[in-house]
């Protein structure tokens, strides 16, 4: 297919806009969605890099779709930037857990494309992930032992993690001796989803998500190649009755 340079040219400002912040505007997005040639290139453009262009609202965003991209946001940034200094990598898992666990409860556990509720709570949210964590360690050891192999996830750890977040009272330590609860790590989650602009704070603590989300997760995220099978396996658990 033959382009000539204004078409390049339109295609390649608009993938520098979104290399650079991640988004490209109202003018890249009647450009993107005008020309088909300028819309293809700039796909091309996305696909060398392991990324996918979804136009969302008056945007366009740039999705990575793999670990490998570039643009992928890297484990250091998400120890430096959102959690503890002292951070680890169970720390990350117990993040991309407790995203599973608060798109889950806007989709109704994965059983629809179409989101159930317009916004949550965050002591819902820390809710279901109580509740999440302690189905989980009801698991059979060896059941358990078996679904991290397949999984190659490692759900024993992040029992632990979530564990040792003081439920109540800020009395759990950090490696660094700072105090830290599940609902301040939730926070610290909050805030990771609202610079990737996947949530927005409505106020009085309740979450609502955006339209890139709505868009990643029905073309996307319940993929089962995209979640190794980990949002059916956290929904197929057994939550423990109230009060029990």
Same mark, same amino acid.
């Given at each position: ?28 997005? $009647?450009? !993107?969605?005008?020309?088909? +040639?300028? &819309? ?6 996305? *696909? ?105 996830? +490692? ?13 109540? @009272? ?7 001796? $700072?105090?830290?609860? &599940?609902?301040?790590?939730? +926070? ?11 949530? &927005?704070?409505?106020?009085?603590? *309740? ?11 029905? @073309? !996307? !995220? ?5 979640? &190794? ?5 956290? !929904? ?9």
């Amino acid at each position: 297919m033959l382009y000539d340079q204004a078409q390049v040219t339109a295609a390649f400002k608009i993938f520098a806009l979104l290399s650079t912040q991640g988004r490209a505007d109202k003018e890249a997005l $009647r450009l !993107y969605l005008a020309d088909d +040639n300028v &819309r293809g290139l700039v796909e091309q453009f996305a *696909q060398e890099v392991d990324c996918r262009v979804i136009a969302a609202g008056d945007e366009l965003y740039l999705v990575p779709l793999v670990v490998s991209s570039p643009y992928h946001v890297s484990n250091e940034t998400l120890k430096s930037k959102y959690l503890t200094s002292r951070a680890v990598n169970a720390d990350i898992y117990l993040m991309y857990v407790a995203i599973i666990i608060l798109l889950g409860e806007f989709y109704d556990s994965y059983q629809t494309t179409n989101p159930t509720r317009d916004f949550l709570p965050m002591g819902e949210w820390l809710n279901s992930m109580n509740q999440r964590i302690l189905a989980l360690k009801e698991i059979d050891e060896e059941k358990l032992a078996k679904v991290e192999q397949e999984q190659e996830y +490692n759900w024993k750890l992040i029992i632990e993690k979530w564990e040792a977040l003081d439920d109540l @009272r800020e009395t759990a330590k950090t490696q660094d001796g $700072r105090t830290i609860s &599940r609902l301040a790590f939730l +926070n610290q989650v909050k805030r990771f989803l609202q610079d990737q602009d996947l949530v &927005r704070d409505i106020g009085e603590d *309740q979450l609502q998500l955006t339209e890139k989300t709505h868009i990643i997760v029905q @073309r !996307y !995220y319940m993929e089962v190649e995209h979640n &190794r099978g980990i949002l059916e396996f956290m !929904y197929q658990l057994e939550l423990p009755k109230e009060g029990g």
